[in-house]
């Protein structure tokens, strides 16, 4: 082989040597971001986890029909339109105005998310008459007038006459890209 043969084979390895190394970061970091959004997932998860915490540090308050602060009491509607607003995200006042508000999603605890509420009522087709905010493993936090405080409850609780029937589910945050907010379903369930 001639010395201009065997530099122009060196060049050419040390062009295919530079350019793998050039690619290889962009090659490597592409695999390991499967989400293009995911800078926007990441924010939602961070929101929908303080929606929970806000939510979970007005346990114990007290009920009180119409009250709308943790000094002097929460209704459902009261209690969801304080820890919404106090994440600069704005809701009507009563339960049946919120549960028009964001995405409908399907009725099953599996595609829930924290920070999604939960809209119940007396009946399968009565109007919606009680809210509450998923925190998530099948619990929501809610201001019930039977239990007199804001209180957590399952949604598989058994059904009673004091207990309304879980009716669907909102979607307020939805950045998150991985999760499609649809319709609601009908099914079983309980609340108050």
Same mark, same amino acid.
């Given at each position: 082989?001639?010395?201009?043969?065997?530099?122009?084979?060196?060049?050419? *390895?040390?062009?295919?040597?530079?350019?793998?190394?050039?690619?290889?970061?962009?090659?490597?970091?592409?695999?390991?971001?499967?989400?293009? +959004?995911?800078? +926007?997932?990441?924010?939602?998860?961070?929101?929908?986890?303080?929606?929970?915490?806000?939510?979970? *540090?007005?346990?114990?308050?007290?009920?009180? !029909?119409?009250?709308?602060?943790?000094?002097?009491? +929460?209704?459902?509607?009261? !209690?969801?339109?304080?820890?919404? *607003?106090? !994440?600069?995200?704005?809701?009507?006042?009563?339960?049946?105005?919120?549960?028009?508000?964001?995405?409908?999603?399907?009725?099953?605890?599996?595609?829930? !998310?924290?920070?999604?509420?939960?809209?119940?009522?007396?009946?399968?087709?009565?109007?919606?008459?009680?809210?509450?905010?998923?925190?998530?493993?099948?619990?929501?936090?809610?201001?019930?007038?039977?239990?007199?405080?804001?209180?957590?409850?399952?949604?598989?609780?058994?059904?009673?006459?004091?207990?309304?029937?879980?009716?669907?589910?909102?979607?307020?945050?939805?950045?998150?890209?991985?999760?499609?907010?649809? *319709?609601?379903?009908?099914?079983?369930?309980?609340?108050?």
């Amino acid at each position: 082989m001639s010395s201009s043969s065997l530099n122009r084979c060196s060049r050419i *390895a040390i062009v295919l040597g530079t350019t793998a190394l050039l690619c290889w970061p962009a090659a490597s970091l592409s695999a390991q971001e499967t989400k293009p +959004f995911a800078a +926007f997932s990441s924010s939602a998860q961070s929101l929908r986890d303080s929606v929970v915490q806000m939510a979970k *540090a007005q346990v114990g308050k007290k009920y009180k !029909l119409g009250g709308t602060s943790p000094d002097k009491g +929460f209704d459902c509607s009261g !209690l969801v339109k304080y820890v919404m *607003a106090a !994440l600069n995200l704005q809701v009507p006042r009563t339960a049946k105005q919120q549960a028009k508000e964001g995405l409908a999603v399907v009725k099953d605890t599996s595609r829930l !998310l924290p920070g999604d509420l939960l809209t119940f009522g007396k009946t399968k087709k009565s109007s919606v008459s009680h809210i509450g905010i998923y925190i998530g493993d099948g619990h929501y936090i809610h201001a019930s007038s039977t239990a007199g405080h804001v209180i957590e409850s399952s949604i598989d609780r058994p059904h009673s006459p004091l207990i309304k029937i879980w009716r669907g589910a909102r979607r307020m945050l939805s950045l998150d890209d991985s999760v499609a907010a649809v *319709a609601s379903a009908p099914s079983k369930g309980g609340g108050n």
